[in-house]
């Protein structure tokens, strides 16, 4: 357990003396050292799960005093930065989050006063497998993301030398986040659930408004205000759920939910519906696509490893709950989650299309696999549990990947916009391959996204729902397009290109490197991830609700796995194949004969030089941006009522 | 046996033509002429095209059109000129700013006279070209091997990088001053 | 035990060797019989039958020239790519895996015509990823239902060998694969991203800036493509018996002259076309007939 806690509690160490420290080479050597110590840690917690298997802690036995303590100091905690929230909310003239924030602190602490007082937790904390993995890319990607913001914000502070340093602030935060992170997958109590969450928003809150220019200021507020939502939604939950079953434990609302389906719908759906905030699901998307005005480090963090993590880490931890039962073939989560995350994946999808933006294109693409994953999960099925755990793993790599590239490519190339980005090749050629590792390992065959994807529609089948098939169908389509096009631009060799990346700080090659790897390393071993984390997590759920036969039939044959494996190594091969040939002979490309020597002029009317320039396809008739979020927000919005209504109707039905 | 007789693929370009032999140009790809019964495409596209069909005289404006054209296609490759403009000029022969036939901008293998040439002669001029083509094809390893040697002596000798050697040896008269002067610009 | 192991080595491995050796001799041989029905359908002789063949041999004699090195890279990758998509489909495996293989093989063949930078090239790129997106939705739907209408398999193998013949309970998922194969074929209306046609609007589109060798490369990966595209037309008829083995491949004959009939009676169309049409095909015959069977089997309830 103190493996556990020190995971909890070394970020928010790190992270208080990250707020001390002004001086730049101390604050390089804190958050190098605190980030090697954090994923040391974390791995040290997998060597230590796979000698002695998973855990829970019964606080109750020897650290009662502890357990008290720690839940009145969250407490006083949520006190303070509910009010804290509430002067910012009447400073800025937001009202509605200091409305909320009025609204859920309050209930919760009354809760925790009343009826919660006499609900016995019986393990607070626990890690399984799922926490492993969690664990894992909190600890490895997430550090690797804090140590490549030393160099990231070095330029952010030059490109921006009238503001003040305000640094520490922003590394006080991103490690605050990743101790909250590793509450969240830790915490089998609720209400420690719902505290770490809450730190979570607020720690995205803050890095979202970092650079306090007013569409920050707005964007950090719209954030604020839909996660309130969410929390709002998870208040209510833990009040239901204590009040009707009497338990706060995350296990026990799973194992109540096999049984007395009825009894839990309504806090299994307020979870999901905060899940979905979180993960920045329609009609909630809008706050991620906010975030974009943050320093790419948070981008990076928010959408990759963390935030948008951890609503759909707790979807997919209440997923065994949406197993359909005889007593209710349908569960009403379950619909929930799957279209919502269906719709989000397919508008989200078509959006990307629209984007120019490399950031925006980015964020749709997390919107969209952040509704596969909650897809997925909705199916409560164990195929769609390795499938979503699976994406989780793949997406928190790639996309950790991608984002920084884009970062660092934005601070030597000026610009983040794709059409800016041909050539790259040419002007970054290392960053550009990285780029390029990224987006392949995000759509392409034999890399692990894929094989999540293929994983999905078999497991979708058995969802009962063909409407979510053909969703995912389409939007699986769309996605190769938006990729495709990216690719293309970046793989283009335009000619007199001048090699610029000598300027990209070391740091950042560290993290990028480090990331690529973790990429090629996740491709290759995942039927190992697969065998030893994320099957035997699904057993382990499943066990006594489902033969052992049918969840090995939900999963892909490992002959196929073992053929993508194949198939990757072959690409990684492939350049070689064609490393000794010599070199032919260069030709200019064909521009109708009037091409100039450059490859990059022609010979216009009247003798006139003109260059020409290439231009990518987005498409505004069909996919435009603004009416995708619209058909999406709407789609979503009649869902998320329909499913509410119809969970009260229950419970009205029930208490007449 | 060398494919390259069985396959020609054909670009077109048209100089400065009254287009009546752009026109049996086309005319050969029809139902009537049909030369698709001896392989031949016309692929519009200099890096696929072993032979390239010009049509009418060479004017200062597409001088550099045609000689780029030209160092487009892979080798082995063969030009024809198609009409007596495309041979000599023709009756645009003492205008301004007409430089004469396509001889005088790159090296053409056969002629095929005529005001327009009939589709007939055209067939019977490309089928002339692909023995040239043959002949060329039988050629064209030791020239690859011989630019090979002469590049690495020159890389040896000046350590100046010479991937892009020189497309085809053209004769004296494709480099005249104007295009030179051209070049500069 | 061992006799049986080596059956099952011997069940993958034969038809994977004989699609590696012959599909491009079928394939090549489809491509000029192609060229010799649509010249008769246009009023001509037309070339020999054995004339992609002697296309293919003249290109691999031709001075190797290029626009830069990668492109060729690429190319090579996509022929690669393309015939282990054909072996997975031949071996028998998942009908999912082989799709997704084949989107990466046109990845590489997308990939290699943008790094040209050449603005034909380029263009012809984006049309070929549109066409991507035009026909994928088909392509998955019928994976799916076959999927349903097969005891629940993806296996190739399994779905070839038993069952009733898929085309008897999904007929409109048939008729949209017909559909989109004119997509993949790249015949008109849909030869956007390129054509073999005298179409010179793109010049050759994607195909612009390759020659020589690569774009012979080109055209053997073509052959390679249809031969196991016609293999999933093959996929609606076969359950094992000989009789459906015949039938299937005189379909996919059929399936085949269809297209090229399709080829010549039409002018090429816009890209809005393309989008549209093969998606309202994909939601109505292939949907509509993949929810029929799908409640058919696990019943109504949304």
Redesign the interface.
Known sequence: MSIVFSLILLPVVVAVALLLIRGDQARGVLVVAGSILIGALSIYLTVRFFISGSANFNLNENYEALAEFVGYAMMAIEIVLAVVIFALGIKYKKYLASLLAVLQTPLMVWFEFSAGKDIEVEHALYYDQLSIIMALIIGIIGTLICVYALGYMKDFQHHHPDEPDRRPWFFFLLFLFLAAMYGIVFSNNLVWLYFFWEITTLCSFFLIGFTKTKEAVNNSFRALIMNLFGGLGFVLAIILLGRDSGTLELSGLVQIAAVYTSQVAAPLVLLVFAGITKAAQMPFNSWLLGAMVAPTPTSALLHSSTMVKAGVFLILKLSPAFLPTSSAPVSAAGTLAMMVGAITFLMASCAAISQSNAKRVLAYSTVANLGLIVTCAGTGMPGGIWAATMLIIFHAVTKSLLFLCVGTAEHNIGSRDIEDMDGLFGRMPRLALFMVIGIAAMFLAPFGMLVSKWAALESLIYSSNPLILLMVVFGSSVTVFYWGKWLGKMLAIVAKRDNIQQSVHKEEWASLGSLVALVIAACITFPAFSQKLVVPFIVSVYGGMVPLESIQFFLLGTENLYIMMIMVAVIILLPLLFLGKG?K????I?L????LDDNLKF?GSM?K?TEFSLRNWYMEGYFAEKRMNLIGIIATVLVIVYVFASVLAVALRGGV | M???T??P?VIH?DGSSCNGCDIEVLAC?T?MY?V????I????????A?IFLVTGSVNEQNI???K??Y??M???KVVVAIGICATSGGIFKECYNIMGGVDTVIPVDVYVPGCAARPEAIIDGVVKGLGVLAEK?AK?PAE?AEEKRQASEDAFGAGAAA???A?ETSGPETSGPETSGKEE? | MTVMEFESILKIAVPVAAYILFAPLLGGLLAGID?KIT?RM???????VL?PF??V??L??????TVNSSQDFFVGCSLLFMIVTGCLFFAGLSLLLFIFALTTASMFLVAAAYSSNSPYAQIGAERELLQMMAYEPMVLIAAISLYIVKDMTFNIGDMVSSGVPAVILLPGVFLGFLYILTIKFRKSPFDLSMSHH?H?EL??GL??????KT?AMLEVAHWYENVFLLGFVFLFFANGTLAMAVVGVVVCLLAYFLEVFIDNVNARMKWQFALNSAWIVALTFGAANMLIVYYRLFGGGV
């Open positions: 070199r002979k260069l030709a200019p064909y109708a004969g009037a091409g010979m003798q030089e | 060398s494919y390259v069985k396959s693929w370009y790809l139902p049909d698709e019964r001896f392989g495409i016309n692929t519009g596209n200099p890096k696929h072993d550099p059109v045609i780029q054209i160092e487009q892979p080798r082995p094809r064209l690859i991937e892009t050697s497309p610009d | 060229r010249a246009q009023g001509r002789f037309g070339p020999p004339q002697y296309d041999l003249k691999l004699e031709k001075e190797a020239i005298a010179q010049v050759k195909t612009t800036e390759f020659s020589g774009l």
